[in-house]
């Protein structure tokens, strides 16, 4: 499974981007786990995620409220809508998606850079 996002830029405080992440490959047996960002200097940190069952979304405490997860599996299409931005929320956007063979294989993609602007 190979994971591209796209969609990062440079925005201003309080404006919107909307990110998005398209899977390829073996996506017979994949489904995407949610978003991930790492700041500069810090740990890549959960932003919003699918519930284990697909039925249900979270969201890290800094971005609830602001940022809304979708994904479309027909399309193999993930995205992240994301309004309200801080510069806090500047960093390198990731998408997460697990392959279930005889173990499950986690994949990533390269990155989106996010930067707000104050």
């Known amino acids: 499974v190979h994971l591209v996002e796209s969609g990062g830029g440079l925005v201003q405080a309080g404006g919107s981007l909307r990110l998005s992440c398209s899977a390829s490959?073996?996506?017979?047996?994949?489904?995407?786990v949610g978003w991930y960002r790492q700041a500069p200097g810090k740990q890549r940190e959960l932003v919003a995620v699918?519930?284990?069952?697909?039925?249900?979304?979270e969201y890290s405490d800094s971005v609830k409220g602001r940022f809304t997860i979708s994904r479309d599996k027909d399309k193999n299409t993930m995205d992240l809508q994301m309004n309200s931005l801080k510069p806090e929320d500047t960093a390198v956007y990731y998408c997460?998606?697990?392959?279930?063979?005889?173990?499950?294989?986690?994949?990533w993609g390269q990155g989106t850079q996010v930067t707000v602007s104050s």
């Open positions: 997460n998606a697990e392959e279930y063979r005889l173990a499950v294989i986690d994949h």
């Open positions: 699918f519930s284990s069952g697909g039925e249900s979304t």
């Open positions: 490959g073996s996506t017979a047996r994949f489904s995407f």
